[in-house]
């Protein structure tokens, strides 16, 4: 089955976060998809971009103080399941597109998940997983992330992984770098340039604690081929 989590990220006063989070289950509710797993509450993020866009728009809607919203987020794994998407994904904002807002509303998300375990009665984790390696490591790096994945408890994940890019992802690589550095130092690195290596992402949705997905990451460390891992959770 290929799902996909849509993230709603929408603005609000904290006084308002009950009405906002029971209007938004209602939206997904009648969107016509398969809803397989649900946010169990709205949680705050940081974005800034993301949160003085909606606080403007909260402002030319003349919305009570705007500056004071908090940005939040909402996620679905939903499964469209044959139906049109374009003409469903807009009941995912907190507000019709023709209504005045009240919650003004972004969209974003993960699309093309494979699905695979049952949801649980645990609360769920959106797990991103960084490897850092050299270029010719790209094999084993499928192979380790394979492996994390058969050895987790996972509803929904990216089937492949994707190579990062640009220097936006430095906080989420930046720690590789220097455990690999230390590695290099001590004699038990590959000797290549830390910064200078390649860096792969993938994201699963779990169950698992991340103590469980930090247990069950697999490294490859041997000579000539270093490839090691992290793991950071968000809540879902």
């Given at each position: 089955m290929s799902a996909e989590i849509v993230t709603t990220h929408f603005i609000a006063h904290d006084e308002d976060l009950g009405i906002a989070y029971d209007i938004w289950r209602e939206r997904v509710s009648a969107s016509g998809t398969e809803i397989l797993a649900l946010s169990p509450r709205p949680h705050p993020v940081e974005?800034?971009?993301?949160?003085?866009?909606?606080?403007?728009?909260?402002?030319?809607?003349?919305?009570?103080?705007?500056?004071?919203?908090?940005?939040?987020?909402?996620?679905?794994?939903?499964?469209?399941n044959g139906i049109d998407r374009d003409n469903r994904i807009e009941i995912f904002f907190m507000d019709d597109p023709f209504a005045a807002a009240r919650f003004p509303s972004?969209?974003?998300?993960?699309?093309?998940l494979d699905t695979r375990d049952g949801v649980g009665a645990a609360e769920l984790s959106l797990?991103?997983?960084?490897?850092?390696?050299?270029?010719?490591?790209?094999?084993?790096?499928?192979?380790?992330?394979?492996?994390?994945?058969?050895?987790?408890?996972?509803i929904a994940y990216q089937p492949g992984l994707t190579r990062l890019e640009g220097t936006e992802h430095s906080a989420l690589v930046g720690p590789l770098w220097l455990r690999d550095a230390t590695l290099n130092i001590i004699g038990k690195g590959d000797q290549f340039f830390s910064p200078g290596k390649e860096a792969w992402?993938?994201?699963?949705?779990?169950?698992?604690?991340?103590?469980?997905?930090?247990?069950?990451?697999?490294?490859?460390?041997?000579?000539?081929?270093?490839?090691?891992?992290?793991?950071v959770a968000e809540p879902f």
């Open positions: 974005d800034e971009f993301i949160l003085w866009d909606l606080r403007t728009e909260a402002a030319y809607g003349n919305l009570r103080d705007p500056g004071s919203m908090k940005l939040y987020e909402l996620n679905a794994l939903v499964d469209f972004a969209l974003g998300g993960l699309t093309g797990v991103t997983v960084a490897y850092l390696g050299t270029e010719a490591a790209v094999p084993h790096v499928h192979s380790l992330f394979d492996a994390l994945l058969t050895r987790s408890h996972v992402s993938g994201w699963f949705l779990t169950g698992d604690s991340l103590d469980m997905v930090e247990a069950n990451l697999p490294e490859m460390i041997e000579p000539g081929t270093v490839i090691i891992g992290r793991a």
